[in-house]
């Protein structure tokens, strides 16, 4: 299976000590090099930088840009245009976002889009984890805005209480 993810799961995911739920779910993910540099060198001392770099189960790709590239930067910064371009290159089974212009485009072009609440709720189901509802406040509590509608719903589903 071929996942491309983008820096928000990344980092999130890295907030609350969970990046591993990644390699549990999907084994590899690849990420351009331009979302490397977003998360580990740029993002120095920031949540998911160590993490990220750390991870032998994270491939990092060159970028190279291309038509679809310049397009998609036109609406989204150059990381999350560079993840959606490997997705369609690599003809990934899922990119990983939670960045709302950036998964509207990859859903534009076909693709399965996931982000963390959902990669949580793929967790639970799987039994990687027992409890969504103290992840997602977690989540909260670094700072990560989560609607109070979409964790309503999604607690409910799960038979989980906040």
């Known amino acids: 299976m ?4 983008d820096s928000g799961p990344l980092i999130h995911l890295s907030l609350i000590g969970r990046l591993d739920l990644l390699s549990g779910l999907y084994g590899k993910i ?9 998360v580990v060198k740029s993002g120095e001392g920031l949540p998911g930088s160590l993490e990220v770099a750390g ?11 291309d038509d679809l590239f310049r ?6 910064d150059a990381g999350e245009a560079a993840a959606i371009t490997l997705a369609i290159d690599r003809q990934a089974e899922w990119f990983l976002s939670d960045d709302r212009p950036a998964r509207l485009a990859a859903e534009r072009l076909g693709l399965k889009v996931c ?14 984890v027992a409890r969504v509802a103290p992840l997602l ?26």
């Open 71 to 76: 397009l998609l930067r036109g609406e989204l």
């Open 2 to 5: 071929i996942v491309v993810a």
């Open 30 to 38: 690849l990420i351009p090099d331009l979302v490397y540099n977003e």
């Open 115 to 128: 982000g963390t609440v959902g990669i949580l709720v793929t967790a639970k189901n799987q039994g990687l």
């Open 137 to 162: 406040l977690r989540l909260r509590k670094e700072g990560v805005w989560l609607g109070e509608e979409l964790v309503k719903r999604v607690l409910e589903s799960l038979g989980e209480s906040g």
């Open 55 to 65: 991870a032998d189960w994270i491939a990092v790709e060159n970028h190279h840009p």
